[in-house]
């Protein structure tokens, strides 16, 4: 993905640096779970890592933009970030699969006896 003048793909390019670690990818699975979780409960919930690899793990998804945090008198709370690059990162990898998809369909449709197939099932 190529960085464009607006920035977007510097921004997303992030998100999938971000995504490309299993214990993050674990950590946003348990904020969209949750809605909003406190770092304490996550480290609870995340036992792979010590409470300080997830905080650094937070960082990453912060700056990424793929989390936002909301602070609470000593507290730090993270949901996932609606507004972020995630939706540009779920857009891209839509497409990817759609297109992907269609290029197998179209080869099931060019093999002799593709159509008896699909009339029989």
Request: one cysteine or more; aromatic letters at 4%.
């Amino acid at each position: 993905m190529s960085s464009g003048s607006d920035g977007s793909g510097a921004t997303a390019d992030l998100a999938f640096d971000a995504l490309a670690d299993p214990v993050r990818r674990e950590i946003l699975a348990v904020l969209a779970e949750e809605d909003e979780c406190s770092a304490g409960a996550l480290a609870e919930r995340i036992t792979s890592v010590g409470r300080t690899a997830v905080s650094m793990h937070l960082r990453v998804l912060r700056v990424a933009g793929l989390v936002v945090e909301r602070r609470d008198g000593r507290f730090r709370h993270y949901s996932v970030n609606p507004a972020g690059p995630a939706s540009e990162v779920m857009t891209l990898l839509q497409e990817l699969f759609q297109s992907s998809l269609r290029g197998v369909r179209a080869a099931v449709e060019e093999e002799p006896g593709a159509a008896d197939v699909a009339e029989s099932g």
